[in-house]
């Protein structure tokens, strides 16, 4: 229902502005993070580091939109792009840590998506980092849905 | 509200800058180290068999680590040619390949036979002039190369039997092995006096020599 019909939304609306908030902090820390990756320590990303780039670079922007004019319709488009970038990243971490053989993994030049490049504290790895991220981005997409309550 | 643009605002300026920060730092950690690589492999920098330009008492001595297939080899070939005129006699030019293409090492290898009839730099002006003919990533032309030598009137008997020669590959493979032991990841590379610049273009390699020169 849209804000002008349903006075109560607005108020729906200022509800869900901190976990919007939280969902543009972490895929911006993750897009300036990636891309410190990559173009700072010059780390080239493998194939499936690119579709979960695809996936997290426009929730910085579609987030960012949505708290600048308190439009909610912003989590319809967060959603799909949360989803999917969460999807690549669970099958990314479950070929990282070989927890399905490698011999599907789709890469087959350049960078192979299972070389370690970075491995801090012997567990936080470029991959796992982006299925945290994803993780909290749905995470706060489901407080968000929770606060607006079944309007959508 | 616009408390509201305040935060968001102020997490952005907040995270931009540490990033910009990070990468300052992180970069001026990769030349310490590559200054610290470069001491450590001084002594591959220059060998007996590179060719060079310039006088030999020249107080600067600027290593290029080359790959005749290279763009930015190429854009920065008459960059290098311009310096050598501007501090002429007090800048000296070595040439190492680092043949990081298909088609390098066997334009580094008529190079080298051109080298012997007094016509290297001459051959590697053309090669570079023209490299958008014979270099081009999606066709490459290399069966070009020896055209570009029949031009300038070389022997090319003796280029094939020099650019084949057991000697020319070694050299060749020398001087990669060289690059790699120096740090050499991209090229073209420049050491000015053994200290590897962190950038390429005019501007820096001046600045680079200058500092030298002081």
């Given at each position: 229902?849209?804000?002008?019909?349903?006075?109560?939304?607005?108020?729906?609306?200022?509800?869900?502005?901190?976990?919007?908030?939280?969902?543009?902090?972490i895929?911006?820390i993750?897009?300036?993070?990636?891309?410190?990756?990559?173009?700072?320590?010059r780390?080239?990303?493998?194939?499936?580091?690119?579709?979960?780039?695809v996936?997290?670079?426009?929730?910085?922007?579609?987030?960012m939109v949505?708290?600048?004019?308190?439009?909610?319709?912003?989590?319809?488009?967060?959603?799909?792009?949360?989803?999917?970038?969460?999807?690549?990243?669970v099958?990314?971490n479950?070929?990282?840590?070989?927890?399905?053989?490698?011999?599907?993994?789709?890469?087959?030049?350049?960078?192979?998506?299972?070389?370690?490049?970075?491995?801090w504290?012997?567990?936080?790895?470029?991959?796992?980092?982006?299925?945290?991220?994803?993780?909290?981005i749905?995470?706060?997409?489901?407080?968000c849905?929770?606060l607006?309550?079944r309007?959508? | 509200?616009?408390?509201?643009?305040?935060?968001?605002?102020?997490?952005?300026?907040v995270?931009?800058?540490a990033?910009?920060?990070?990468?300052?730092w992180?970069?001026s950690?990769?030349?310490?180290?590559?200054?610290?690589?470069?001491?450590?492999?001084?002594?591959?920098?220059?060998?007996?068999?590179?060719p060079?330009?310039?006088?030999?008492?020249?107080?600067?001595?600027?290593?290029?680590?080359?790959?005749?297939?290279?763009?930015?080899?190429g854009?920065?070939?008459?960059?290098?040619?311009?310096?050598m005129?501007?501090?002429?006699?007090?800048l000296?030019?070595?040439?190492?390949?680092?043949p990081?293409h298909?088609n390098?090492?066997?334009?580094?290898?008529?190079?080298e036979?051109?080298?012997?009839?007094?016509?290297?730099?001459?051959?590697?002006?053309?090669?570079?002039?023209?490299?958008?003919?014979?270099?081009?990533?999606?066709?490459?032309?290399?069966?070009?190369?020896?055209?570009?030598?029949?031009?300038?009137?070389?022997?090319m008997?003796?280029?094939?039997?020099?650019?084949?020669?057991?000697?020319?590959?070694?050299?060749?493979?020398?001087?990669?092995?060289?690059?790699?032991?120096l740090?050499?990841?991209?090229?073209?590379?420049?050491?000015?006096?053994?200290k590897?610049?962190?950038?390429?273009?005019?501007?820096?390699?001046?600045?680079?020599?200058?500092?030298?020169?002081?």
């Open positions: 229902m849209r804000p002008e019909s349903n006075p109560g939304a607005v108020a729906n609306d200022d509800a869900v502005w901190p976990p919007l908030f939280a969902i543009w902090l895929s911006l993750a897009t300036l993070g990636s891309l410190f990756f990559s173009e700072v320590m780390l080239p990303p493998c194939v499936l580091c690119w579709y979960q780039r996936f997290m670079y426009p929730l910085v922007v579609v987030s949505g708290l600048l004019w308190r439009d909610p319709g912003a989590l319809r488009y967060a959603w799909p792009l949360a989803m999917g970038g969460f999807a690549v990243a099958y990314h479950l070929l990282y840590y070989h927890l399905i053989p490698e011999s599907i993994a789709p890469c087959t030049t350049g960078v192979s998506c299972t070389s370690r490049q970075i491995e504290l012997g567990f936080i790895t470029i991959p796992f980092l982006s299925l945290v991220a994803f993780t909290l749905v995470a706060s997409l489901v407080v849905q929770r607006r309550g309007d959508r | 509200m616009k408390i509201d643009k305040y935060v968001m605002g102020g997490a952005a300026v995270l931009v800058a990033f910009l920060i990070g990468a300052n992180y970069r950690e990769e030349t310490a180290q590559a200054e610290q690589t470069a001491v450590q492999g001084s002594d591959r920098l220059v060998r007996p068999h590179s060079t330009l310039g006088l030999a008492t020249a107080p600067v001595t600027l290593v290029e680590f080359l790959d005749p297939e290279c763009e930015a080899c854009a920065m070939h008459p960059i290098v040619k311009q310096l005129r501007e501090f002429d006699g007090r000296r030019l070595v040439v190492r390949y680092m990081f298909p390098s090492a066997y334009a580094a290898s008529l190079l036979g051109a080298r012997e009839q007094g016509k290297y730099w001459e051959l590697m002006d053309v090669f570079f002039a023209r490299q958008h003919e014979w270099a081009g990533h999606a066709a490459p032309r290399p069966e070009l190369l020896a055209g570009y030598a029949r031009d300038l009137a070389l022997d008997r003796q280029i094939g039997a020099t650019g084949t020669s057991a000697e020319t590959e070694r050299r060749i493979k020398q001087d990669a092995e060289d690059g790699a032991a740090g050499v990841t991209r090229t073209p590379t420049f050491f000015v006096n053994g590897p610049l962190p950038e390429i273009g005019y501007e820096p390699v001046r600045a680079a020599i200058e500092a030298a020169l002081r």
